[in-house]
């Protein structure tokens, strides 16, 4: 819950059981879990979770197991790319049609990866990274859906396995992973008009395997790995501001994990903070503290703290009142 700043369990577990390295789509209210692995067995399978009557079912399988998959939908079609079947990485893809409940393969991508990432920008598909079996990759391509065709982009600048990229501004935004050699904090975008790679600020916490979306006008990275241990803390970048902030962090350490935006949801009250309101007038308490302690620090002049300070007040109160030893993809032990 972005405006109370906590994060809220979901009791609704999977009875099948456990997944990593899957990938998550919506379409309405329906959460589609693809592929994955719970530390035994690379999944074909795919689940549904409905957000409104908070109920699992089992869909249609794809055609080939999907460990370290990418994921996203175009037009209410899930499409999932490449990924580790258990005994190599792949280049194939496929795409799946909800009506039918059916998985068509589509063109295969020039490159095989898995720990991958991949976005939907402009109604193209971008993926970026991964991992091919011997190496990292930098190298990145997008699919045109209408031509079934595959175009190989410029390089990243860095090689990125356990990579997260996501749609923002109209670029994609490519975060951290890891390199081979250590895990990075360091970040970069695409311009589909400059068709250049652009560095952006590092974020605070280096990570691979971590969950990427946009919340708010915002980029959140949650969770991840950051080559010692699994990890909670979670992170949101603001373009405007060219500057990352620090969010609350998660109740449980998360790597290998997968997030996702529904929108719209008539039973919202169901997934927010129960005592929001007392939580966004604690915080407005705090920054009027704060604020009243930075006015008597300072003279007449101006203080850009205090500016700031006051402008976050401002908002509050506008939203009161409205596998680490599996070669060199990233495993954290026990799935953790």
Same mark, same amino acid.
């Given at each position: 819950?972005?405006?109370?700043?906590?994060?809220?369990?979901?009791?609704?577990?999977?009875?099948?059981?456990?997944?990593?390295?899957?990938?998550?789509?919506?379409?309405?209210?329906?959460?589609?879990?693809?592929?994955?692995?719970?530390?035994?067995?690379?999944?074909?399978?795919?689940?549904?979770?409905?957000?409104?009557?908070?109920?699992?079912?089992?869909?249609?399988?794809?055609?080939?197991?999907?460990?370290?998959?990418?994921?996203?939908?175009?037009?209410?079609?899930?499409?999932?790319?490449?990924?580790?079947?258990?005994?190599?990485?792949?280049?194939?893809?496929?795409?799946?049609?909800?009506?039918?409940?059916?998985?068509?393969?589509?063109?295969?991508?020039?490159?095989?990866?898995?720990?991958?990432?991949?976005?939907?920008?402009?109604?193209?598909?971008?993926?970026?990274?991964?991992?091919?079996?011997?190496?990292?990759?930098? /190298?990145?391509?997008?699919?045109? +859906? $209408? =031509? *079934?065709?595959? #175009?190989? @982009? !410029?390089? %990243?600048?860095?090689? &990125?396995?356990?990579?997260?990229?996501?749609?923002?501004?109209?670029?994609?935004?490519?975060?951290?992973?890891?390199?081979?050699?250590?895990?990075?904090? /360091?970040?970069?975008?695409?311009? +589909? $008009? =400059? *068709?250049?790679? #652009?560095? @952006? !600020?590092? %974020?605070?916490?280096? &990570?691979?395997?971590?969950?990427?979306?946009?919340?708010?006008?915002?980029?959140?990275?949650?969770?991840?790995?950051?080559?010692?241990?699994?990890?909670?803390?979670?992170?949101?970048?603001?373009?405007?501001? *060219?500057?990352?902030?620090?969010?609350?962090? %998660?109740?449980?350490? &998360?790597?290998?994990?997968?997030?996702?935006?529904?929108?719209?949801?008539?039973?919202?009250?169901?997934?927010?903070?129960?005592?929001?309101?007392?939580?966004?007038?604690?915080?407005?308490?705090?920054?009027?503290?704060?604020?009243?302690?930075?006015?008597?620090?300072?003279?007449?002049?101006?203080?850009?703290?205090?500016?700031?300070?006051?402008?976050?007040?401002?908002?509050?109160?506008?939203?009161?009142?409205?596998?680490?030893?599996?070669?060199?993809?990233?495993?954290?032990?026990?799935?953790?």
């Amino acid at each position: 819950d972005t405006r109370a700043d906590r994060w809220i369990r979901v009791e609704e577990i999977d009875p099948s059981g456990p997944r990593a390295y899957h990938g998550t789509a919506v379409i309405g209210f329906d959460i589609y879990v693809i592929g994955g692995f719970d530390g035994m067995e690379n999944f074909n399978s795919c689940r549904c979770f409905n957000a409104v009557t908070k109920t699992w079912k089992e869909i249609a399988p794809m055609h080939e197991r999907r460990c370290y998959v990418s994921v996203v939908v175009i037009d209410e079609t899930i499409y999932a790319m490449g990924g580790y079947n258990g005994h190599h990485r792949q280049n194939t893809a496929e795409k799946y049609d909800y009506r039918s409940n059916q998985w068509t393969m589509i063109a295969p991508m020039h490159v095989q990866r898995s720990d991958a990432s991949a976005t939907v920008l402009s109604g193209k598909i971008y993926i970026t990274g991964g991992f091919d079996g011997r190496e990292c990759l930098s /190298s990145a391509e997008v699919y045109d +859906p $209408v =031509t *079934n065709v595959w #175009t190989q @982009l !410029p390089p %990243m600048r860095s090689r &990125r396995s356990g990579v997260s990229c996501i749609a923002y501004h109209d670029s994609v935004y490519v975060l951290g992973g890891f390199n081979g050699v250590s895990r990075m904090c /360091s970040v970069e975008k695409f311009s +589909p $008009v =400059t *068709n250049q790679w #652009t560095p @952006l !600020p590092d %974020m605070y916490t280096t &990570r691979s395997n971590f969950a990427i979306e946009v919340i708010d006008d915002m980029v959140f990275a949650i969770g991840g790995f950051n080559g010692i241990a699994t990890i909670h803390q979670v992170e949101c970048f603001d373009d405007r501001a *060219n500057e990352w902030y620090e969010a609350t962090d %998660m109740n449980v350490f &998360r790597s290998a994990l997968s997030a996702c935006v529904v929108a719209n949801l008539p039973n919202i009250n169901d997934y927010i903070h129960k005592n929001r309101h007392m939580l966004m007038e604690e915080k407005r308490q705090k920054l009027l503290a704060l604020n009243q302690n930075s006015a008597v620090a300072v003279s007449t002049q101006t203080n850009p703290a205090v500016i700031n300070i006051t402008q976050a007040i401002e908002e509050v109160n506008n939203a009161v009142d409205n596998q680490n030893n599996m070669e060199v993809e990233d495993n954290p032990p026990n799935l953790q």
